[in-house]
C-alpha cells in the first residue's frame, strides 16, 4: 500500500493515513506501520466525523506530535463528534480543545 501511495503522490509523502471506522485507523510510512484502536463510544451520528478526525489529524501534525498521538487525537475528534446529535463540534470538543491548548 505505501509503495502504490508514494507513486502516486511522490517522494513528499511522509505518511498515508488510512481510516476504518469502528476497527480505529492505521498510518503508514516508508518503515512504519502504526495502528490505532477507536474509542468506545454510543454513536448518536456520524455526521462528520470524517472531518473532524480529519481537523484533529492536521491540529496533531501541526503541533508536532509523533504519529501515534496524531492518530489518537483524531480518533477523539471524531468520537467527540460521533457522541454528539449536531455536526457543529460538541461541548466535549470544545472542552478538550481549551485544556489542550
Known amino acids: 500500500m505505501w509503495a502504490h501511495a508514494r507513486l502516486l503522490a511522490g517522494e513528499r509523502l511522509q505518511w498515508l493515513v488510512v481510516t476504518h471506522g469502528e476497527q480505529g485507523a492505521e498510518a503508514f510510512a516508508a518503515d512504519l506501520h502504526i495502528r490505532v484502536p477507536t474509542r468506545p463510544v454510543s454513536v448518536v ?17 501541526l503541533a508536532g506530535l509523533p504519529m501515534p498521538a496524531v492518530l489518537s487525537q483524531a480518533g477523539q475528534w471524531a468520537a467527540y463528534t460521533l457522541s454528539s446529535s449536531s455536526s457543529i463540534p460538541s461541548e466535549q470538543l470544545k472542552r478538550y480543545l481549551r485544556r489542550s491548548g
Open 45 to 61: 451520528d456520524a455526521t462528520g466525523a470524517g472531518d473532524a478526525f480529519a481537523g484533529g489529524l492536521i491540529h496533531g501534525l
